[in-house]
């Protein structure tokens, strides 16, 4: 309805311009739905906005745009209000078309061709493959499968990437771990680093697989291990020179192709669960992009000789910098450390610059609330290569905080001590943890509610909106066992039955779906479709509560069934964006 009278509003002024008023060639009018409905429907200020080129005061100018309004029969009355509001009061009868709209689109409701196929790359969760995924990363999963949903639900060509961390310092200290919980396993004791991926539980894991296919093949003395390894934080040592000093030990005494076996071990193993642990949630990816392969293909030193030549790399003490305060940054950045190793932050460049020649639009990339000081020197470095930073949006998400039974849970991946995403899954269940983790702004603090989410209670916001939809179910399992049947079009050609205010404002209800679920994709805020279908679900649940359905007169019957099957449709569209189920019976 919001598009059928901005398309009014564009004849009419069309009629204007040819009666010589010195309109703009290109106008796309704005249409909102009036906040309070003694104002109407929907609002435009239009008129305020095209007076000054029109020269005409706003109110002259909302009349003759209203005088050369075409005629359409949804409209009832066109006033102006106030400076120059132009207020549209609907029929009535015009209010209950998009409950065939709804009927009549099935699956399709609420999606449109906005985007026009625009290619747009959303890149999330990317955890590094040093443990499972923990409930922090959950968060991240669920918002940004919704965001890219959403996005695709609005006419985007949208690619789902992965950015798999397989290179780096954090890899090696997960392969190091591994090898000395293998070392255990061979009967070596030893104080296991403060710094080391501690799990007894996925490092023991690979480590037993190593055991299990080689025995004691890969062990070596715990003396040779520890030769010349600085003492650890524990010992009055520097626990970061501590796990340095194992990682070269252990690359040394393994060879490059025992070491890498140990590396691959680790990564495809943990990888391998990532992958069904975010399959089971509902979350895909079209792409798992490898940075490791990304240096391989000499990218990243290719991206920073392009920096070089621009002139935005200087050498200082043996290091590469990037000279990002000349973009705005706090502080230069290093990008090849003194002793040749490349950085996060340049391996980062690399891959950025790889999203801009692979053609993408926009890219958004969701990242943790944690990495916010990241974004203007990734930001300064797209700048100084050449390409249009602002198409890169990040996207923050503050990690949730898991409470149960009133007590926090730690989630440290390094000391192993952290509730996993399947453990989460395990307990509420996919639906609750997907629907939970996108109710509020995504840089807003989420204290996720175990007691809540497994409660079947109106006070759980998603059994309260899946139970509207399996009572809708419920209706016509009872239809069926009464031996009546549902005739769709006898119901439409009776609407002026529904003269109920609930209905009305049920049908408005519906009618603002297609408008929601745009706003919220060019917002990038799953938690509006949230708060709707809630909305929806308590004007269902109050309308069900205070009338019958299944009545005598099947003229009445079969419009309201009519309704009730369109705020279904609505209610299964709308949970399925947010990758949740809309079952028929609970």
């Known amino acids: 309805m919001k598009e059928q009278l901005e398309s009014l509003l564009s004849r009419a002024l069309d009629t204007l311009r040819a009666e010589g008023l010195g309109l703009p060639d290109v106008v796309a009018p704005q249409v909102s739905r009036a906040k309070d409905r003694a104002h109407g429907d929907f609002a435009s200020n239009i008129a305020m906005q095209l007076a000054k080129p029109a020269g005409l005061p706003p109110r002259v100018f909302a009349e003759r745009l209203i005088a050369a309004l075409p005629q359409a029969a949804l409209l009832e009355k066109v006033e102006i209000a106030g400076p120059g509001f132009i207020n549209f009061y609907v029929r009535e009868s015009a209010v209950f078309d998009v409950v065939r709209q709804a009927l009549k689109a099935g699956e399709a409701f609420g999606r449109s061709a906005h985007g026009a196929g625009r290619k747009v790359m959303v890149e999330f969760v990317s955890a590094n493959p040093t443990g499972p995924l923990h409930v922090g990363h959950g968060r991240g999963a669920a918002y940004g499968a919704a965001v890219a949903d959403l996005l695709a639900a609005v006419g985007y060509d949208v690619h789902r990437e992965y950015y798999v961390n397989d290179a780096g310092r954090q890899m090696h200290i997960l392969a190091t771990s591994i090898w000395l919980r293998y070392l255990e396993l061979c009967g070596a004791r030893f104080a296991f680093p403060s710094n080391g991926y501690k799990s007894t539980g996925y490092i023991y894991d690979i480590a037993r697989k190593l055991h299990a296919e080689h025995g004691e093949a890969y062990a070596v003395s715990i003396e040779q291990v520890f030769e010349g390894v600085p003492p650890d934080e524990p010992q009055g040592g520097d626990k970061e020179l501590h796990i340095d000093a194992l990682i070269a030990r252990a690359q040394e005494l393994l060879g490059d192709v025992r070491y890498r076996y140990v590396f691959d071990l680790g990564l495809n193993d943990i990888l391998d669960d990532i992958r069904d642990d975010l399959g089971g949630f509902g979350v895909r990816f079209e792409h798992w992009y490898s940075e490791r392969g990304l240096a391989e293909r000499g990218a990243v030193n290719r991206a920073i000789e392009q920096l070089r030549e621009r002139g935005h790399i200087y050498e200082q003490e043996g290091a590469l910098w990037f000279r990002s305060t000349d973009f705005g940054d706090e502080k230069d950045r290093v990008v090849q450390r003194a002793n040749g190793q490349i950085t996060y932050f340049a391996s980062d460049i690399a891959y950025h610059l790889e999203k801009y020649e692979r053609g993408f639009e926009r890219m958004i990339d969701v990242w943790g609330a944690d990495h916010h000081g990241y974004v203007p020197r990734v930001k300064a470095a797209l700048t100084a290569l050449g390409y249009d930073a602002s198409k890169l949006d990040v996207l923050l998400v503050q990690f949730a905080i898991l409470y149960r039974g009133g007590e926090r849970a730690q989630m440290s991946t390094r000391s192993g001590e952290f509730v996993t995403l399947r453990d989460l899954r395990a307990e509420v269940g996919s639906d609750a943890a997907r629907f939970f983790y996108v109710m509020r702004k995504s840089e807003q603090h989420l204290d996720f509610d175990l007691d809540l989410a497994k409660s079947q209670s109106n006070d759980n916001p998603l059994y309260y909106i899946q139970y509207a939809h399996a009572r809708v179910c419920s209706v016509m399992r009872q239809l069926q066992a009464k031996g009546l049947a549902h005739d769709r079009a006898r119901g439409e050609a009776a609407v002026a039955c529904l003269n109920l205010p609930a209905e009305a404002e049920l049908a408005r209800q519906i009618g603002q779906f297609p408008e929601l679920v745009l706003r919220a994709a060019q917002a990038c805020e799953p938690h509006q ?33 009519n309704l009730i099957l369109a705020v279904r449709q609505v209610l299964a569209n709308g949970l399925g964006l947010l990758g949740v189920s809309a079952p028929e019976s609970m």
Request: hydrophobic share 40%.
């Open 529 to 561: 479709l949230v708060h709707y279908l809630r909305e929806l679900a308590g004007q269902f649940h109050a309308y069900y509560n205070g009338h019958q359905f299944l009545v005598d007169d099947a003229e009445l019957r079969d419009a309201r069934l």
